[in-house]
Protein backbone atom coordinates (compact mmCIF):
# COMPACT_ATOMS: atom_id res chain seq x y z
CA UNK A 1 0.00 0.00 0.00
CA UNK A 2 2.55 2.49 0.91
CA UNK A 3 4.56 1.70 -2.56
CA UNK A 4 1.54 2.39 -4.71
CA UNK A 5 0.42 5.32 -2.13
CA UNK A 6 3.20 6.88 -3.13
CA UNK A 7 3.28 6.43 -6.75
CA UNK A 8 -0.35 7.72 -6.64
CA UNK A 9 0.95 10.64 -5.16
CA UNK A 10 3.89 11.56 -7.61
CA UNK A 11 3.40 11.10 -11.34
CA UNK A 12 7.24 11.91 -11.68
CA UNK A 13 8.17 10.05 -9.06
CA UNK A 14 6.39 7.02 -11.08
CA UNK A 15 7.75 8.40 -14.69
CA UNK A 16 11.44 8.60 -13.19
CA UNK A 17 11.46 4.82 -12.57
CA UNK A 18 9.32 3.98 -15.14
CA UNK A 19 12.01 5.81 -17.56
CA UNK A 20 15.30 4.52 -15.71
CA UNK A 21 15.74 8.09 -14.51
CA UNK A 22 17.63 8.04 -11.05
CA UNK A 23 15.36 10.53 -9.87
CA UNK A 24 12.50 12.38 -10.63
CA UNK A 25 14.74 15.27 -10.90
CA UNK A 26 15.80 14.60 -14.54
CA UNK A 27 12.06 16.38 -16.30
CA UNK A 28 12.75 19.52 -14.78
CA UNK A 29 15.87 19.96 -16.93
CA UNK A 30 13.96 18.11 -19.75
CA UNK A 31 11.47 20.49 -19.17
CA UNK A 32 13.77 23.98 -18.84
CA UNK A 33 15.50 22.31 -21.95
CA UNK A 34 11.68 22.54 -24.15
CA UNK A 35 11.36 25.85 -23.05
CA UNK A 36 14.96 27.49 -22.88
CA UNK A 37 17.11 24.96 -25.96
CA UNK A 38 19.50 24.86 -23.65
CA UNK A 39 21.32 21.94 -24.93
CA UNK A 40 21.97 23.38 -28.48
CA UNK A 41 25.33 22.98 -29.51
CA UNK A 42 26.90 22.33 -25.79
CA UNK A 43 30.24 20.09 -26.64
CA UNK A 44 31.59 20.20 -22.55
CA UNK A 45 29.38 20.71 -19.89
CA UNK A 46 29.46 20.74 -15.99
CA UNK A 47 26.81 19.35 -13.71
CA UNK A 48 27.14 20.54 -10.07
CA UNK A 49 25.38 18.93 -7.14
CA UNK A 50 24.73 15.78 -9.61
CA UNK A 51 24.01 13.03 -7.56
CA UNK A 52 22.54 10.37 -7.72
CA UNK A 53 22.80 11.44 -11.50
CA UNK A 54 19.53 12.06 -13.14
CA UNK A 55 20.63 15.49 -14.80
CA UNK A 56 24.05 13.98 -15.58
CA UNK A 57 21.31 10.70 -17.37
CA UNK A 58 19.83 13.41 -19.32
CA UNK A 59 22.99 15.37 -20.48
CA UNK A 60 24.79 11.93 -21.30
CA UNK A 61 21.52 10.94 -23.69
CA UNK A 62 20.78 14.32 -24.94
CA UNK A 63 24.48 15.41 -26.09
CA UNK A 64 26.18 12.02 -26.85
CA UNK A 65 25.63 10.42 -29.91
CA UNK A 66 26.45 6.89 -31.11
CA UNK A 67 29.85 6.81 -32.81
CA UNK A 68 31.00 10.27 -31.71
CA UNK A 69 34.74 10.06 -32.30
CA UNK A 70 35.22 13.19 -29.80
CA UNK A 71 32.10 12.91 -27.99
CA UNK A 72 31.15 15.91 -25.96
CA UNK A 73 32.78 15.88 -21.91
CA UNK A 74 30.49 15.94 -19.19
CA UNK A 75 31.67 16.41 -15.86
CA UNK A 76 30.17 15.86 -12.69
CA UNK A 77 30.22 16.92 -9.07
CA UNK A 78 28.92 16.24 -5.86
CA UNK A 79 29.76 15.62 -2.08
CA UNK A 80 28.14 11.82 -2.46
CA UNK A 81 29.33 9.28 -4.20
CA UNK A 82 27.55 8.57 -7.32
CA UNK A 83 27.28 4.91 -9.17
CA UNK A 84 28.70 6.18 -12.85
CA UNK A 85 27.28 6.32 -15.82
CA UNK A 86 28.53 6.31 -19.57
CA UNK A 87 30.67 9.76 -20.71
CA UNK A 88 30.21 11.08 -17.89
CA UNK A 89 33.55 12.45 -15.64
CA UNK A 90 32.81 12.43 -11.97
CA UNK A 91 34.26 14.20 -8.87
CA UNK A 92 33.29 13.49 -5.63
CA UNK A 93 33.97 16.85 -3.32
CA UNK A 94 32.42 20.20 -2.20
CA UNK A 95 31.50 22.60 -4.26
CA UNK A 96 31.65 25.41 -1.93
CA UNK A 97 35.84 24.64 -1.65
CA UNK A 98 38.32 26.24 -3.53
CA UNK A 99 39.93 22.57 -3.94
CA UNK A 100 36.52 21.30 -5.81
CA UNK A 101 36.56 25.15 -7.97
CA UNK A 102 40.40 24.09 -9.22
CA UNK A 103 39.92 20.55 -9.85
CA UNK A 104 36.62 21.61 -12.23
CA UNK A 105 38.91 24.15 -13.75
CA UNK A 106 41.94 21.81 -14.26
CA UNK A 107 40.02 19.95 -16.02
CA UNK A 108 39.02 22.05 -18.91
CA UNK A 109 43.17 22.61 -19.26
CA UNK A 110 42.61 26.18 -20.65
CA UNK A 111 38.98 25.36 -22.31
CA UNK A 112 35.82 26.51 -21.76
CA UNK A 113 32.10 25.12 -20.86
CA UNK A 114 28.93 25.82 -23.05
CA UNK A 115 26.54 24.79 -19.83
CA UNK A 116 27.22 24.52 -15.90
CA UNK A 117 24.28 22.70 -14.36
CA UNK A 118 23.88 23.42 -10.57
CA UNK A 119 20.43 21.61 -8.84
CA UNK A 120 22.28 21.82 -5.63
CA UNK A 121 20.45 21.71 -2.51
CA UNK A 122 21.87 21.82 0.82
CA UNK A 123 19.72 19.58 3.85
CA UNK A 124 17.02 21.60 5.09
CA UNK A 125 16.69 22.43 8.04
CA UNK A 126 12.85 23.88 8.03
CA UNK A 127 14.35 27.36 8.88
CA UNK A 128 13.29 29.00 5.86
CA UNK A 129 15.75 31.98 6.42
CA UNK A 130 18.62 29.74 7.01
CA UNK A 131 17.85 27.24 4.44
CA UNK A 132 17.42 30.03 1.88
CA UNK A 133 20.68 31.79 2.78
CA UNK A 134 22.56 28.16 2.62
CA UNK A 135 20.86 27.75 -0.70
CA UNK A 136 22.03 31.40 -2.25
CA UNK A 137 25.57 30.83 -1.18
CA UNK A 138 25.16 27.14 -2.81
CA UNK A 139 24.30 29.15 -6.18
CA UNK A 140 26.95 31.56 -5.45
CA UNK A 141 29.68 28.82 -5.39
CA UNK A 142 28.24 27.70 -8.40
CA UNK A 143 28.35 30.56 -10.20
CA UNK A 144 31.79 31.28 -8.77
CA UNK A 145 33.18 28.11 -10.97
CA UNK A 146 31.23 29.22 -13.54
CA UNK A 147 32.98 32.62 -14.40
CA UNK A 148 36.23 30.41 -14.28
CA UNK A 149 35.16 27.69 -17.14
CA UNK A 150 32.14 29.26 -18.79
CA UNK A 151 32.70 30.33 -22.48
CA UNK A 152 31.47 33.95 -23.47
CA UNK A 153 27.72 33.36 -24.87
CA UNK A 154 27.53 30.57 -22.66
CA UNK A 155 24.16 29.08 -20.45
CA UNK A 156 24.49 28.88 -16.50
CA UNK A 157 21.28 26.55 -14.91
CA UNK A 158 21.04 26.76 -11.16
CA UNK A 159 18.38 26.10 -8.58
CA UNK A 160 16.98 28.83 -6.36
CA UNK A 161 14.22 29.12 -3.49
CA UNK A 162 12.35 32.27 -4.32
CA UNK A 163 12.30 34.33 -1.45
CA UNK A 164 12.84 37.84 -0.30
CA UNK A 165 16.79 38.26 -1.62
CA UNK A 166 16.12 36.82 -4.94
CA UNK A 167 15.93 40.14 -6.34
CA UNK A 168 19.34 40.73 -4.45
CA UNK A 169 19.99 37.47 -6.61
CA UNK A 170 18.77 38.56 -9.58
CA UNK A 171 20.76 41.99 -9.84
CA UNK A 172 24.21 40.10 -9.37
CA UNK A 173 23.39 37.09 -12.40
CA UNK A 174 22.36 40.66 -14.26
CA UNK A 175 26.32 41.54 -13.94
CA UNK A 176 27.14 38.32 -15.65
CA UNK A 177 24.39 37.45 -18.00
CA UNK A 178 22.06 39.28 -20.78
CA UNK A 179 19.19 37.05 -20.00
CA UNK A 180 17.76 36.11 -16.49
CA UNK A 181 14.87 34.21 -16.26
CA UNK A 182 13.89 32.40 -12.71
CA UNK A 183 11.32 29.48 -14.64
CA UNK A 184 8.99 26.80 -12.54
CA UNK A 185 8.99 23.53 -14.58
CA UNK A 186 6.21 21.52 -14.16
CA UNK A 187 7.45 18.52 -12.49
CA UNK A 188 8.48 21.16 -9.70
CA UNK A 189 6.03 20.98 -7.18
CA UNK A 190 4.02 24.37 -6.53
CA UNK A 191 4.05 23.53 -2.83
CA UNK A 192 7.83 24.15 -2.98
CA UNK A 193 9.32 27.01 -3.10
CA UNK A 194 12.31 25.41 -5.15
CA UNK A 195 12.60 27.10 -8.69
CA UNK A 196 15.50 27.55 -11.61
CA UNK A 197 17.44 30.47 -12.64
CA UNK A 198 18.53 30.24 -16.32
CA UNK A 199 20.80 32.43 -17.18
CA UNK A 200 21.91 33.03 -21.12
CA UNK A 201 24.22 34.96 -22.67
CA UNK A 202 27.42 34.85 -20.28
CA UNK A 203 29.08 38.67 -21.01
CA UNK A 204 31.29 39.15 -17.95
CA UNK A 205 31.64 43.11 -17.12
CA UNK A 206 34.91 44.32 -18.88
CA UNK A 207 37.70 43.34 -17.21
CA UNK A 208 36.30 41.01 -14.81
CA UNK A 209 39.14 38.77 -13.57
CA UNK A 210 37.63 35.35 -12.27
CA UNK A 211 38.92 34.55 -8.72
CA UNK A 212 38.03 32.19 -6.23
CA UNK A 213 37.22 34.97 -3.83
CA UNK A 214 34.28 35.88 -5.06
CA UNK A 215 33.35 39.69 -4.22
CA UNK A 216 29.79 38.29 -4.29
CA UNK A 217 30.18 36.16 -1.61
CA UNK A 218 32.32 39.38 0.46
CA UNK A 219 31.27 40.24 3.98
CA UNK A 220 29.08 43.47 2.77
CA UNK A 221 26.68 40.52 1.26
CA UNK A 222 27.00 38.41 3.68
CA UNK A 223 26.17 40.93 6.24
CA UNK A 224 23.11 41.95 4.57
CA UNK A 225 22.02 38.24 4.40
CA UNK A 226 22.39 38.14 7.94
CA UNK A 227 21.13 41.07 9.13
CA UNK A 228 17.88 40.72 7.18
CA UNK A 229 17.57 36.83 8.63
CA UNK A 230 18.51 38.37 12.27
CA UNK A 231 15.81 41.41 11.97
CA UNK A 232 13.36 39.48 9.84
CA UNK A 233 13.13 42.54 7.46
CA UNK A 234 13.20 43.72 4.45
CA UNK A 235 14.58 46.62 5.08
CA UNK A 236 18.20 45.37 4.68
CA UNK A 237 17.65 44.59 0.67
CA UNK A 238 19.88 47.44 -0.72
CA UNK A 239 17.74 47.41 -4.00
CA UNK A 240 14.53 49.38 -2.89
CA UNK A 241 12.84 51.69 -4.86
CA UNK A 242 12.97 52.12 -8.68
CA UNK A 243 16.28 49.46 -8.28
CA UNK A 244 14.46 46.97 -6.86
CA UNK A 245 13.99 44.80 -10.14
CA UNK A 246 11.22 42.55 -11.28
CA UNK A 247 12.59 39.28 -11.91
CA UNK A 248 11.00 37.69 -14.97
CA UNK A 249 9.12 34.43 -14.06
CA UNK A 250 8.18 31.63 -16.44
CA UNK A 251 6.47 28.22 -16.08
CA UNK A 252 7.87 25.61 -17.95
CA UNK A 253 6.89 22.49 -19.85
CA UNK A 254 3.81 21.54 -21.45
CA UNK A 255 0.59 22.84 -20.25
CA UNK A 256 -1.23 19.44 -21.21
CA UNK A 257 1.21 17.78 -19.47
CA UNK A 258 1.49 16.22 -15.69
CA UNK A 259 1.16 18.05 -12.96
CA UNK A 260 3.44 17.34 -10.45
CA UNK A 261 1.08 18.55 -7.73
CA UNK A 262 -2.17 16.34 -8.94
CA UNK A 263 -2.95 12.75 -8.16
CA UNK A 264 -3.11 10.34 -11.21
CA UNK A 265 -4.48 6.99 -10.79
CA UNK A 266 -2.17 3.93 -11.52
CA UNK A 267 -2.74 2.77 -15.07
CA UNK A 268 -4.07 -0.38 -15.96
CA UNK A 269 -1.46 -2.03 -18.32
CA UNK A 270 -2.09 -3.08 -22.07
CA UNK A 271 -2.54 -6.46 -20.68
CA UNK A 272 -5.26 -5.84 -18.19
CA UNK A 273 -3.27 -6.15 -15.19
CA UNK A 274 -2.66 -4.22 -12.61
CA UNK A 275 0.47 -1.37 -12.41
CA UNK A 276 3.61 -3.03 -10.82
CA UNK A 277 5.23 -0.20 -8.51
CA UNK A 278 8.86 -0.32 -9.72
CA UNK A 279 12.04 0.05 -7.83
CA UNK A 280 14.31 2.91 -8.42
CA UNK A 281 16.82 2.52 -11.31
CA UNK A 282 19.51 3.13 -8.98
CA UNK A 283 19.45 3.08 -5.61
CA UNK A 284 21.46 5.35 -3.48
CA UNK A 285 25.35 3.90 -3.27
CA UNK A 286 25.81 5.29 0.42
CA UNK A 287 22.74 6.58 2.07
CA UNK A 288 22.91 8.22 5.43
CA UNK A 289 20.14 5.31 6.77
CA UNK A 290 22.65 2.36 5.89
CA UNK A 291 23.61 1.78 9.36
CA UNK A 292 20.25 1.33 10.47
CA UNK A 293 19.58 -1.20 7.70
CA UNK A 294 22.63 -2.93 8.80
CA UNK A 295 21.68 -3.16 12.46
CA UNK A 296 17.84 -3.68 11.65
CA UNK A 297 19.30 -7.00 9.10
CA UNK A 298 21.23 -7.80 11.79
CA UNK A 299 18.64 -7.94 14.69
CA UNK A 300 20.30 -5.56 16.50
CA UNK A 301 17.06 -4.13 17.79
CA UNK A 302 15.37 -7.36 18.96
CA UNK A 303 18.41 -8.19 21.20
CA UNK A 304 17.37 -5.73 23.96
CA UNK A 305 20.71 -4.15 23.98
N1 LIG B 1 20.49 16.88 -9.96
C1 LIG B 1 20.55 15.66 -9.17
C2 LIG B 1 19.90 14.55 -9.94
O1 LIG B 1 19.23 14.87 -10.91
O2 LIG B 1 20.08 13.39 -9.58
C3 LIG B 1 19.88 15.84 -7.83
C4 LIG B 1 20.65 16.77 -6.94
S1 LIG B 1 20.10 16.70 -5.26
C5 LIG B 1 18.57 17.55 -5.34
C6 LIG B 1 21.11 17.87 -4.48
C7 LIG B 1 22.53 17.44 -4.36
O3 LIG B 1 23.31 18.56 -3.93
C8 LIG B 1 22.80 16.34 -3.33
O4 LIG B 1 23.25 15.18 -3.96
C9 LIG B 1 23.86 16.93 -2.42
O5 LIG B 1 24.87 16.00 -2.04
C10 LIG B 1 24.45 18.02 -3.31
N2 LIG B 1 25.17 19.06 -2.58
C11 LIG B 1 24.72 19.84 -1.56
N3 LIG B 1 25.69 20.67 -1.13
C12 LIG B 1 26.79 20.42 -1.91
C13 LIG B 1 28.09 20.96 -1.95
N4 LIG B 1 28.47 21.91 -1.11
N5 LIG B 1 28.97 20.46 -2.86
C14 LIG B 1 28.59 19.47 -3.70
N6 LIG B 1 27.36 18.93 -3.71
C15 LIG B 1 26.47 19.40 -2.83
Given at each position: MGK???D????????????????????????????????????NVVDLCAAPGSWSQVLSQQLIKEGDQHPP?????????????P???????????????????????????????????PDVTGLHDMDEYIQAQLLLAALNITTHILRTGGTFVAKIFRGKDITLLYAQLKLFFKTVTCSKPRSSR?????????CQDYSPPEGYVPSM???????????HLLLTILTLKDEA????????????FIACGDLEGFDSDMTYPLPVLPDGSE???LEPHQAPIAPPYQTFLDLKRSNFFNKGV
Open positions: SSKKRDIYYRLAKENGYRARSAFKLLQINEHFNIFKDVRKIIAVDLQAMAPLGVIQYQGDITKTSTAEKIISHFQGGLADLVVCDGANSSVEAFIVVNPMMDLSYSMNPLVGPNRMIVPYQS
